[in-house]
């Protein structure tokens, strides 16, 4: 809950959830998280005033095999705490190793769990490198995944793409299974685009083409981001770049890349994640590149897309990423780009350029921005979720 995604992706949503709802919420924070005592006491704040229950435990990387099995431990154990006392009457689990541990507290106790799947994770993992396909570990991942998606009281996907490739892949565990689609969302309370004077004089100043989130996660294309820069900075000597991100700062200019002078015209920083949007304000559009075409991307929604867009700018991204190129191409809100090439960054570059020309654009993204990633319609989409499983 102390990372930009927990506040944004969990927190924003058991604010409203909680009206309705008595919330039990149990994390795993960084020890670099739960360092920052302003932030810890903000977030512990935060769900006291909505009555939400939190208990924050440490996450530890290592021992590899060691540390996530004890954590796993602790958390069954809290959970069947909560589900004995009546405190629990649901479990929504979000990825896959708290659904995982819904699965046994199901099987012990029969309380029924949400699997909230997030992404694709075991292709995610084999994308990156980090998991071998038909491995030890693969299969027990693979394992969870099916047993997960046959014995939930419903499945959760950010995409269509995604529940489309599940229900092929697996026909019989979700042949009745109730399947719901609830992209990432933004609080588009904050995430606004500026108002008319502050956008002319943002307008007038030299563009800023930027870049949200992690670049270093092994599936983020850094090659095609350097390449972009490169051919945005070679035609526009004003242009300077920003990529806002809680990456270590020397390591992401490292493999990046840039030279010289477009070198110079990078920042690279982090914010705290309740002042994002403002950095986001400030651009002029924002880049990013995923592996796509590949499965792991079927399960992505970028919640930078969702902030950007809502902020009024458009985005340039690459096809074979959940429903980015669709949501792109409905609302003609973004620039598509297929190749990793010189000539493939200027063509995109030049349309990018058609596109802002059209005043109409900040107001499409906003609308996009709101149909799609709306806070409000998928607290309301968990809601009905909610109340037909309990019902």
């Known amino acids: 809950m102390l990372e930009p995604l927990g506040q944004s992706q969990v927190l924003s949503y058991l604010k409203f959830l909680s009206k309705n709802y008595q919330v039990s919420l149990i994390s795993f924070e960084k020890p670099e998280d739960r360092a920052d005592q302003q932030a810890f006491g903000s977030v512990q704040n ?33 959970c069947l705490r909560e589900v004995r006392e009546g405190n629990a009457e649901l479990i929504h689990a979000r990825s896959y190793i708290p659904a995982a541990v819904a699965l046994l507290v199901n ?41 997960c998606l046959k014995n939930a009281a419903a499945v959760v996907s950010l995409t269509d ?68 820069f490169q051919e945005v900075g070679s035609h526009e000597p004003t242009a300077s770049f920003e990529i806002v991100t809680r990456d270590d700062p020397s390591e992401v200019r490292r493999q990046l890349g840039l030279a010289g002078d477009l ?72 620039v598509l780009v297929t190749e990793g090439t010189p000539d493939a960054m200027k063509s995109a570059f030049r349309e990018l350029l058609e596109l802002m020309n059209d005043a109409e654009l900040p107001g499409r993204c906003r609308r996009a921005a709101e149909k799609v990633f709306s806070l409000q319609a998928g607290t309301q989409a968990y809601r009905e979720l909610y109340r037909d499983i309990l019902q």
């Not at 109730?178 to 030299?206: G, H, N, Y």
């Open 263 to 334: 070198n110079a015209r990078l920042k690279i920083y982090s914010m705290p994640s309740h002042e994002v949007h403002e950095a986001v304000q400030r651009h002029t559009a924002s880049v990013m590149f995923y592996a796509g075409g590949e499965v792991s991307e079927l399960g992505r929604s970028p919640t930078r897309m969702a902030e950007i867009l809502g902020c009024g700018l458009p985005v340039v991204a690459n096809p074979g990423v959940g429903d980015v190129a669709e949501i792109i191409q409905k609302y003609r809100v973004g």
């Open 161 to 228: 793409a995604a529940t489309a490739y599940l229900r092929e892949t697996y026909p019989d565990e979700l042949r009745n299974q109730k399947l719901v689609v609830i992209p990432t969302c933004a609080d588009l309370d904050r995430f606004v685009p500026l108002d008319e004077e502050e956008r002319f004089s943002a307008q007038e100043s030299a563009p800023v083409f930027s870049c949200l989130g992690t670049v270093l996660s092994g599936w983020f294309r850094l090659d095609w981001l350097r390449i972009f």
């Open 46 to 78: 935060d769900c006291e005033r909505h009555g939400i229950r939190w208990f924050p435990q440490r996450f530890h990387h290592r021992p590899k095999v060691i540390a996530p099995a004890w954590s796993m431990i602790v958390f069954l154990f809290l």
């Open 107 to 147: 099987k012990l106790t029969g309380t029924p769990f949400i699997f909230d799947m997030r992404a694709l994770w075991p292709e995610e993992l084999i994308t990156a490198g980090r998991l071998k396909r038909g491995s030890v570990m693969h299969k027990a991942i693979a394992w969870v995944e099916r047993s």
